[in-house]
């Protein structure tokens, strides 16, 4: 059979390695970047979260409070 790719140099094939690694290499910081992004994201819905859950419900109970006595129930 006809093979349709020329046989390649050693030194071709060393720096069509270093390329493909140096292209692997940069998507991997890409995807870090994007995983660090997340992470970060969710670390600070948690602490809204965390925020809310600890003094929410003084917001919650003077709420409450405020609609008695707008009602006149206080």
């Known amino acids: 059979m006809n ?11 060393i720096v069509e390695q270093k390329v493909r690694r140096a292209v692997g290499i940069n998507a991997l910081r890409k995807i870090g970047a994007i995983v660090a ?5 969710d670390t600070e819905k948690a602490n809204v979260l965390r ?8 917001f919650l109970l003077g709420a409450a409070l405020l609609v008695a006595y707008a009602i006149g129930f206080i």
């Open 3 to 13: 093979n349709p790719e020329p046989t390649q140099s050693p030194e071709q094939n």
């Open 37 to 41: 992004g997340e992470q970060q994201t």
């Open 51 to 58: 925020w809310f859950a600890r003094y929410g419900w003084i």
